[in-house]
């Protein structure tokens, strides 16, 4: 099992920046992506960014240029910095996890999730 903890959310005005991170715990070798999703209410679960273990990373068009995914792999926590916040923004932030197991297939890990909102 993995565990993700989320930290980092909270309300900010139209324009400003927060920075979120997730920190992972357990059984985290043979996790090969990690990544953020967001869900705003009414609305489906999205892509915002992902982060590979040898650090590629993809970003929807919404977001690339003002979000920026990091990984500090020694403290095993991984980062969203986003910038130019929009209202749109707002949202509930999941951090996620992939991992190979024994058995070559994927698991799939999700945190508890940290609320962004983005208003004046």
């Known amino acids: 099992q993995v565990q993700l903890v989320e930290s980092g959310g909270g309300l900010v005005q139209p324009g400003g920046s927060l920075r979120l991170s997730c920190v992972a715990s357990?059984?985290?070798?043979?996790?090969?992506?990690m990544g953020w999703y967001r869900q705003a209410p009414g609305r489906q679960r999205e892509l915002v960014a992902t982060?590979?273990?040898?650090?590629?990373?993809n970003y929807p068009d919404s977001v690339k240029g003002r979000f920026t995914i990091s990984r500090d792999n020694a403290k095993n926590t991984v980062y969203l910095q986003m910038n130019s916040l929009k209202p749109e923004d707002t949202a509930v932030y999941y951090c996620?996890?992939?991992?190979?197991?024994?058995?070559?297939?994927?698991?799939?890990?999700w945190g508890q999730g940290t609320q962004v909102t983005v208003s004046s």
């Open positions: 996620n996890a992939n991992r190979l197991n024994l058995l070559g297939r994927t698991e799939d890990y």
């Open positions: 357990g059984f985290i070798t043979s996790i090969y992506r």
């Open positions: 982060i590979t273990s040898g650090g590629s990373t």
